[in-house]
């Protein structure tokens, strides 16, 4: 069954600085990982798909990247803004499914 | 917006109501999904509908019932819920490939957050 982890729970940063959100996942036979964005009260956002046989995914500040054989992603935000805060999630795909992390609250303050 | 939308966007229901909740998504899309997302839970996968057909059934109770007419229509029908069963409850959508299995995004609506009294 897979298991997904993503540290820190929560960040608090000035704005401006570079950020490393993290997410291990214990079946690394997935198909892709896709990270999520997610406003409070709302739906997500799908911010990058990475495919099993990627390494990284690049989407204007955000960059992804994939080690799939020791079951890690990992999501660089660029130059961080108030703008970008929420929660980030991190969701491997297996089969025929999204199994999602608990996320990494972001906030950036001005 | 994501092409997904769902009503209502909100829900306050007594233990013996029944409702419904709707999804549709207008992306051509031929999976759509139920996830329920509880205060301090990851999100956990409800239903999946591939080609309109139920391939997942998450160990979900009775009482939450599916329906999908077509490949652009989903409902979760609701019945003598229990105040547990409150939280957002999201749809989602996306192109999958003959065995169920994509390598494309998905797309989640708004959610509906419910509230069972």
């Keep these: 069954k897979q298991e997904v982890t993503q540290i820190p729970a929560a960040l608090s940063v000035p704005e401006g600085e570079n950020l490393v959100l993290n997410c291990s996942f214990t079946d690394s036979a997935i198909y892709n990982l896709q990270w999520f964005r997610q406003d409070p009260g709302k739906g997500l956002t799908s911010l990058l798909l990475i495919q099993s046989s990627q390494r990284e995914q690049t989407s204007g500040r955000l960059n992804a990247s994939l080690d799939k054989s020791s079951g890690r992603s990992t999501l660089y935000i660029a130059a961080s803004q108030p703008g970008d805060s929420a929660t980030y999630l991190c969701a491997p795909y297996n089969t025929d499914k999204l199994i999602f992390g608990t996320g990494t609250r972001l906030q950036v303050f001005p | ?117």
Excluded: I
């Excluded at chain 2, 956990?44 to 009775?62: A, D, H, I, W």
């Excluded at chain 2, 939450?64 to 979760?76: A, G, I, M, R, T």
């Excluded at chain 2, 957002?88 to 609506?109: H, I």
């Design chain 2, 1 to 117: 917006e994501t092409g997904v939308t769902q009503t209502p966007r909100h829900l306050v229901m007594g233990m013996t109501n029944k409702k419904s909740l709707k999804c549709e998504q207008h992306l051509g899309h031929n999976a759509m999904y139920w996830y329920k997302q509880s205060a301090k839970k990851p999100l956990e996968l409800m239903f999946v509908y591939n080609f309109k057909e139920q391939t997942e059934n998450n160990s979900v109770p009775s009482r939450f019932s599916p329906e999908c007419p077509n490949s652009s229509h989903l409902f979760l029908h609701l019945h003598t819920l229990q105040p547990e069963d409150s939280a957002l409850y999201l749809c989602a959508s996306s192109q999958v490939w003959d065995r169920g299995t994509t390598n494309e995004k998905l797309f989640f609506g708004s959610g509906t957050q419910l509230s069972v009294l």
